[in-house]
């Protein structure tokens, strides 16, 4: 059963724990479709599955999980890829894509801070950079207060951690972007993921999702045209008129055709 969405919510304390993609893979590769979402996670404190070296970090994978996914739901796919051991090339921007639909601050930071700072051809980013872009988090009545210094600080941090994580960019206190390429499989994935978001065709190629991976439409357009050529997915376009035909019918087939 959905949750209330929290796709506008902004949450420092989810951003300062981290992507912890490792814990989610080996959490949802574990995962039991017969058990509640609260179950499996409880399962994963018991038997500490994850490796975890404290109590503390179990609590907080926990807690960060139970509220960044619905596994018997809307995250449902994901899981699979995981229980079907897809790589992590694959399963990371999969990943953060599912992440994103609960975290809005890091959707938003991807789409509208950091991809036009690729565009404009920035070297590098340091954390006060993201300063002016969290402050303004309070004028656009995201959070309840003002940010302290601190806060910004260990939120900028966990933003550009999760970059490097995701393999966008690279370094440890001035981040450069990387040469990002988006698997093939995880851009079609993404494709029919997409799709049932929102069955329209140029929607989903003018989709600003893709900016999480650095692409724009001119860069989805042209593998849409190379996978056109291979006969992986059928995509037409005249004008503003789109016409894109997927190999499954949901992300989850999709899923099962990988795994065959």
Request: glycine fraction near 4%.
């Amino acid at each position: 059963m959905a949750t209330e969405t929290r796709a506008f919510v902004v949450s420092s304390f989810t951003i300062i724990k981290g992507s912890m993609i490792e814990e989610t893979y080996v959490v949802f590769r574990d995962w039991d479709f017969e058990l509640t979402r609260e179950l499996n996670l409880t399962a994963m404190k018991e038997t500490n599955s994850i490796g975890a070296t404290s109590a503390n970090w179990l609590r907080d994978v926990y807690k960060v999980l139970h509220r960044r996914f619905e596994p018997n739901g809307r995250d449902r796919a994901l899981v699979e890829l995981a229980k079907n051991c897809v790589s992590y090339e694959v399963f990371k921007p999969v990943l953060l894509w599912h992440m994103t639909r609960d975290e809005f601050l890091v959707r938003d930071f991807l789409t509208n801070w950091l991809f036009p700072q690729f565009q404009d051809g920035a070297l590098r980013v340091r954390v006060e950079d993201l300063f002016p872009y969290l402050e303004e988090l309070h004028t656009r009545g995201l959070t309840e207060a003002p940010w302290k210094k601190t806060t910004l600080s260990r939120v900028a941090s966990g933003l550009l951690r999760m970059a490097v994580d995701f393999g966008l960019m690279t370094g440890t206190v001035a981040r450069e972007f990387s040469s990002f390429h988006l698997p093939e499989e995880a851009f079609v994935y993404l494709l029919h993921a997409m799709s049932e978001a929102q069955p329209n065709a140029h929607a989903v190629v003018h989709s600003p999702d893709w900016r999480m991976f650095l692409m724009d439409t001119a860069d989805v357009e042209r593998e849409l045209f190379r996978l056109h050529q291979y006969r992986r997915v059928h995509y037409e376009v005249a004008g503003s008129l789109a016409q894109l035909t997927l190999p499954c019918a949901t992300a989850r087939d999709f899923v099962e055709e990988m795994a065959s």
